[in-house]
């Protein structure tokens, strides 16, 4: 045996999301959840990370008493504990049994509506694939599901388009075409987008797809904005 030969690094697991972590006593951020496809790690503010088998979920870190009651944290869309549950589901699922993409794509975003009288429906979240001249818009509440393979009768607490779009972002582009065919997503071509007309309602820019409109914030205006500049397929 060769003493000076050493095994080969382990590449670093994705970090798939990483979700806020208030504690007891007030709206104090202690830290983050870190989600991998395997594990799940709690970096606190101060001290050292420590880290549970994604499958052991928040009971696995033993930290529960310290988190704040999930109804003090309710004006986000889902509660940390509640994207934990729906992770360790998503994680475990076929499709995140395939190898993953190294780093996180651009070409999936969330903050996607349905357009119901003069204005979005917010209660209805799409995620967006952008998918060379094609862009796939996904139900989130509905199709949640069907994307990862999993029961219907399966309860995931956390069915927003933040968290369809953080999960479908890891996926191989491959396995995009199979999950529009089992979410049943509606697609509109490049030219389409093109010819839609802007909106802006009470100070929010949005595209318009049909009947589901797409909100132009921070981090998708670029994603859009170079979508919307790809050079037309060759026929």
């Known amino acids: 045996m060769d003493p000076y030969r050493t095994a080969p690094e382990r590449p670093p697991e994705p970090e798939l999301d ?6 007891r006593g007030g709206l104090i951020r202690g830290g983050e959840l870190v989600v991998t496809p ?12 420590r880290g549970t088998p994604i499958e052991r979920g928040l009971d696995g870190l033993g930290l ?8 003090l944290v309710r004006p986000a869309r889902a509660t940390t504990s509640e994207s934990v549950t729906t992770w360790v589901h998503v994680t475990a699922s076929a499709p995140y049994r395939e190898a993953l993409a190294v780093s996180a794509s651009e070409n999936v975003l969330d903050r996607a509506y349905r357009w119901a009288a ?3 429906d917010e209660e ?5 694939i952008l998918d060379g001249d094609r862009a796939l818009l996904i139900e989130a509440e509905r199709c949640f599901h069907a994307c990862f393979e999993l029961p219907a009768d399966l309860v ?10 953080r999960a479908l972002r890891w996926l191989p582009r491959s396995s995009f075409a199979r999950i529009a065919q ?3 997503s509606q697609t509109f071509s490049l030219d389409e987008a093109r010819l839609a007309p802007p909106l802006r309602v009470e100070g929010r820019r949005y595209v318009l797809l ?10 998708q205006i670029a994603a859009i904005e170079r979508w919307l500049a790809t050079p037309p397929a060759l026929p």
């Open 38 to 49: 395997t594990q799940l790690v709690f970096v606190p503010r101060y001290g050292r990370p």
């Open 156 to 165: 995931l607490p956390d069915r927003s388009s933040r968290t369809l779009a």
């Open 18 to 23: 990483r979700l806020p972590v208030y504690l």
């Open 124 to 128: 209805i979240t799409f995620a967006v």
């Open 118 to 120: 003069g204005g979005p």
């Open 182 to 184: 089992r979410a049943g």
């Open 210 to 219: 049909g009947s589901v409109v797409i909100e132009l914030v921070r981090p």
């Open 64 to 71: 529960a008493e310290m988190f704040a009651p999930d109804e």
